[in-house]
């Protein structure tokens, strides 16, 4: 039989006030975006007013509701996530106490240990309610249910709206611009910065349309960094927030997003020209300009771009030619102190350094290669799944681009990585389309990268010495095969050794030349590794490159 869960009541002790009826709900697993809260009324006055309250939300938001209330007794609730941050918006004259979000753990329990159940156990006294978490909160807790599938753009937006009012004392929300079908791209700041010498971070999801994690990573991260500023105290990401501060724009294309939800592989924008279909399923032609080669630097070069209108890789008419690049670039404009980006996309599991187009060396090499680097393993040590890190258009992970975001973002002087998310390769799963059970460990993984990149805005010097001395120190997990860029400390050293051999006397030439036979089956030895891995390297770097663009 489903547990029917119901708005309980004790019936234990003295006083019980009838209540208007207001019905019972049932509810049955499962029990998706519901959260377990109490009451406790202290007076007649908190007894008189809460049923109101109850009623209201009871009957406008469909909350589970009690049939009577239990004076001095802990009265409990369950309800939605929007019940929740509805009524914590409206201030109620008696505080809640949040209990869990874990409804199938409390519901999974016999129904004679389970203090909730209590229509079978009347008995049962607030008391035994102490096995489930109860710390007493003042600040809504990060909704982990809305990471576990993917939404709809209109939702996204909700979600965004509700970040900012729920913690509207250290977030806030704006439009920086429109989309070409007139949506709001939208903005979310989160915590303060000195004006003098502002520290910021800028975070943005979803250029490309069809590689939905990348909308809620970026979500995630402004809902964790929202909750960590409005809990304060004395948390590592609550100090950061002191110093530095986030922005997030979670959706660059939200018309993409949208079509995405009908035509599932769109990667572009919404621009339109008759001289395309309207069908895109992988490969084929349609309109839209593929936002992620609209930027101004090294604009219509030749990593994978294209004149082509019907191009999955189209750079449209000119840098910027479309609203909403030129939205974002005029933020980024006018934003003072941006110190680094992370520009999300879909999938690869990978940490991509600047240059794109080039394999020029950047400025700040060595900077990017330990922030990179240090990313990689952040994410890597996280959750497990392995990221891997490479700068530069031929790094053997990823096919050179032109006229991207994140050249265009380093060129302005802001260390930018893209970062491409989960799954690995398209043979693991099926590339853009993440199962949802990835999301949330997605999100949380990107999170250390999130919370490292505030480490580094925050105090660059300190940042690059610490991890700089890590790095080196350490053997395996640190460094990177795959990267061209960081100097290859096992480089075999014959030549040195040739020319010491030589070098030395008649009488040691036996010994010199046991020492040269094994000197050079371990140099065999390490080029037929080296080989392996480059023909590995290659051969994901081409998959990667056949499945996107
Ligand atoms: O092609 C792109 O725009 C990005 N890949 S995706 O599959 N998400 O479309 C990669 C951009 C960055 N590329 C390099 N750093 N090479
Ligand atoms: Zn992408």
Known sequence: MPWPCVLLLFVVSSTILPLQAVRVCHIRPPY??????????????????????????????????????????????????????????????????????????????????????????????????????????????????????????????????????????HVTL?????????????????????SKNPRRIFLNGLQHAREWVAAAVPIYAAEQLAVAAAEGGNSNLANLLNVVQVIVVPVVNPDGYIYSGTNRDWRKNRASTSKCNEKNSLGSQGPGVDLNRNWATDYGGSGSTSLDPCSDVYIGTSPFSEPETAAVRDFVLRTKGLKAHIDFHSYGQLVLGTWSFTDDQPP????????????????????????????????????????????????????????????????????????????????????????SLL????????????????????????????????????????PQDTLFIVGISLGGAVLAIIVVMIIAVGFQRRMKKRAANVENASSSASDRHAAAP
């Open 174 to 194: 704006t439009s920086i611009g429109k989309s070409h079908q007139s949506r709001p791209i939208l903005a979310l700041t989160i915590g303060k910065t000195d």
């Open 32 to 169: 998706r975006n519901l959260h377990l809260i109490s009451f406790t009324p202290k007076t007649h006055r908190h007894a008189t007013l809460l049923p109101n309250l109850l009623k209201k939300f009871c009957s406008e938001l469909h909350l589970l509701a009690p049939e009577r209330l239990t004076l001095h007794l802990e009265n409990f609730l369950i309800v939605t996530h929007p019940q929740l941050h509805a009524l914590h918006n409206s201030k109620p004259p008696i505080s809640f106490r949040y209990i869990s979000s874990n409804l199938t753990a409390v519901f999974s329990r016999a129904p004679k240990q389970n203090p909730y159940y209590l229509r079978s156990s009347p008995s049962l006294s607030s008391s035994t309610s102490s096995s489930v978490r109860s710390t007493p909160r003042s600040v809504l807790p990060l909704d982990t249910q809305f990471y576990h599938q993917f939404h709809t753009y209109h939702i996204l937006a909700e979600k965004c709206r509700a970040i900012a009012s729920n913690y509207s004392s």
């Open 364 to 451: 700040r090499a060595e900077e990017i290669d330990i922030v990179g680097t240090t990313l990689q393993d952040d994410m890597t040590n996280a959750e497990g799944a392995k990221y891997r890190f490479g700068r530069g258009a031929n790094n053997k992970l990823m096919y050179p681009a032109s006229g991207t975001m994140v050249d265009w973002m380093f060129a302005q002087g802001v260390l930018s990585f893209t970062v491409e998310l989960r799954p690995s390769s398209p043979s693991e799963i099926v590339g853009f389309r993440l199962p949802e059970s990835l999301i949330l460990p997605t999100c949380e993984e990107s999170m250390a990268a999130v919370t």
């Open 455 to 494: 480490t580094y805005a925050e105090n660059q010097t300190l940042y690059l010495e610490s991890n700089r001395f890590r790095i080196e120190g350490s053997s395996s997990n640190g460094g990177n095969d795959n990267n061209p860029n960081t100097p290859d400390r096992n480089q075999p050293s014959a």
